[in-house]
């Protein structure tokens, strides 16, 4: 059988958990493609895996690693293939696992062309973020369909992670006023630099500096990696109508208070999602979505992924700490 080499986590722990070794390289099934992996992706999932916290899905590969670009090499081409990809086209793709390899797995449907004159570094750093941003600020948080109108307000907790720029960088562009917090000057700055009025929260409330800048109305929606007790506080500032959108428990996911009744008076949504556990159809859904509404931004360089760092994959432990020290700004990606 021919192999590959992988990062693999040898047991649940810190960064030097994660491994370098050799696998039987993995064969794709009906509807699926093999990609030689050129980069990968670090994302905060992973490292939650790799302590224990995140296994894989039934089915899923035990690897770590959510999205990948590179070359298709192999598989079933003639299922649902929107963009017509055939074997030697450069890609990146949304994965339930397998990532940190020299080659994945993916549903076909889950694929999309690396966009024109992106290099495979950078295209690996899109889908998880894109997916998600898309799934949770555009459809769960239906900016721009709410109450507030075209022009509704986002604010982003933790605006300097991938997820955070990409979505103050997707918002903008299509008009909408953004907020968001981030937890050091140059972090700040860079939030700022990305279109968005940025807050330090180790030195200013958020709340009351939301309700200064918008003449104490609130914003429309909240994508949160914080939750916790930060879930009361964002009611405070939701304008009427306002969608919270939880995607992650950084703060915690301790039982919190929040005043029920203001929530039924302010006709206030709290909802949230995990994109990891979803079914192909509905990422495919995604996938149709960003090609004809997001590639073209990307394409054109109205926006585009902010990567802090390229690592060699066998460096991963490296990334994981870095990801776990929360320095970086934007992206770290993994190259083989």
């Known amino acids: 059988m021919p192999t590959m080499q992988a990062i693999e986590i040898s047991r649940p722990g810190g960064p030097e958990a994660l491994r370098l070794t050799q696998r039987e390289r993995v064969v794709p099934g009906p509807g699926e493609v093999l990609i030689k992996v050129a980069a990968a992706g670090v994302n905060r999932p992973d490292v939650f895996q790799r302590q224990g916290h995140y296994p894989a899905p039934p089915g899923a590969s035990d690897l770590p690693g959510l999205e990948v670009a590179g070359e298709l090499v192999e598989g079933d081409f003639e299922g649902d293939n929107p963009f017509g990809l055939r074997r030697g086209d450069q890609v990146c793709a949304l994965l339930a696992g397998g990532g940190y390899a020299e080659y994945a797995v993916a549903p076909l449907a889950q694929c999309l062309p690396v966009p024109r004159g992106f290099s495979a570094v950078e295209a690996a750093a899109l889908p998880e973020n894109y ?10 948080g239906q900016l721009g369909r709410g109450e507030g109108g075209a022009g509704e307000s986002l604010l982003v907790q933790g605006g300097s992670s991938g997820i955070g720029v990409t979505a103050i960088q997707l918002a903008r562009a299509f008009g909408h006023r953004v907020f968001a917090t981030a937890g050091s000057a140059e972090k700040c700055a860079t939030c700022a630099a990305l279109g968005a009025i940025a807050i330090n929260y180790r030195e200013q409330d ?3 500096e939301l309700k200064r800048h918008t003449g104490g109305r609130g914003v429309d929606v909240i994508l949160d990696m914080v939750a916790g007790d930060y879930v009361p506080r964002e009611l405070a500032v939701l304008a009427e109508g306002g969608r919270l959108v939880i995607i992650a428990t950084l703060g915690g996911n301790q039982p919190v208070a929040f005043d029920a009744a203001t929530v039924m008076r302010r006709r206030l949504n709290i909802t949230g999602s995990t994109l990891r556990v979803r079914p192909v159809a509905f990422k495919a859904a995604l996938a ?3 090609h004809e509404r997001v590639w073209p931004l990307l394409e054109n360089g109205t926006i585009r992924p902010l990567i802090h760092q390229v690592l060699p994959a066998a460096a991963a432990a490296e990334a994981h700490a870095l990801m776990e020290s929360s320095t970086h700004i934007g992206k770290i990606v993994l190259q083989w």
């Open 288 to 290: 149709r979505q960003l």
């Open 206 to 208: 958020f709340v009351e």
């Open 131 to 140: 997916f998600t941003v898309w799934s949770n600020v555009f459809e769960r």
